[in-house]
């Protein structure tokens, strides 16, 4: 016993190599000291340079911080930007065009990859598809959707027009996926025909139309459906468009709407496990400032890097570090479809 004891009070530290120390983003204690010795200084200041630095923005911001209704704050208020933008087109002129951003691994073990170039021709399709539909800044949409580049596609063409999305976790019931549709007031759902996770089909489009006929979504206008296996599905005149016919021949540019750092980008519930779930709203701004800086600081993402979040889309991992951080710093992410146990767990 006296040994156990011993052993917990001893002091075990493992110094990183010094070569990894200097190339880092925050290279050592004493540059972390400094850094939250200059927040704690002047946290208004801080906050303000790094927005600066690290985002885009249309219309620059005058205030940082007001806190005239706290606990109610606000950051860079008066600032204008677009999360998309930040995310995409800024790459296609820094170099970064023609470099990886995603690398897609199936179910089946098929790996594919796109580039920064072909995400933003993408993203851009599917926002003029969205648009086409009606969709505007300040609509809610809900995405339903398997871990695909077409889920990040599709989150990020909502941030492109300014619509606000919520993401639902493709294993969530019929019942789940109602109440967030009623509550978020979404206009449309975004989905696919199945969702192939380790071997098997996940009925999604069928999940959907469950979830609709249960009642109470009458502010939904349209089902937008991804061919993801071909199986067959439920198909509803009027309301239920294939996402393949609704981009063909789109544009392959959309001028970005550009909104209030405030402006809410995304609505996240929680599981509701306890109750009603309740959504979270995460701002525009500050949001993307933190996914960004924790990419750098946290992950000390390095342009060669190859980075791989396991967390779904539905998760706010999955929208932080598979959506919104990894393609707001320009790094090539692994986006892996199935479960690491399949085909078996040596995979």
Known sequence: M???ETFKQEDRIFEPAASFVKTAAISGMDAYRALAAEAEQDYEGFWGRLARENLQWQTPFTKVLDESDAP????????KLNVSYNCLDIHLHNGN?????IIFESDSGDVSKITYRELH???CQFANGLKSLGIKKGDRVVIYMPMSVEGVVAMQACARIGATHSVVFGGFSAKSLQERIIDAGAVAVLTA???ARGGKRLPLKAIVDEALALGGCDSIRNVVVYQRTGGAINFVAGRDLWLHELVANRAEA???EWVGAEHPLFILYTSGST????????????????AALTMKWVFDIKPDDVYWCTADIGWITGHTYIAYGPTA???TQIIFEGVPTYPNAGR
């Open 121 to 123: 021709k993408k993203v």
């Open 254 to 256: 959309c001028e970005p």
């Open 72 to 79: 109610f704050y606000k950051w860079f208020d008066d600032g």
């Open 2 to 4: 006296a040994d156990i």
């Open 193 to 195: 025909d199945e969702q």
């Open 275 to 290: 109750g009603t779930p309740k959504g979270v709203q995460h701002s525009s701004g500050g949001y993307l400032l933190w």
């Open 329 to 331: 710093v320009g790094a």
């Open 97 to 101: 065009a023609d470099k990886v951003a």
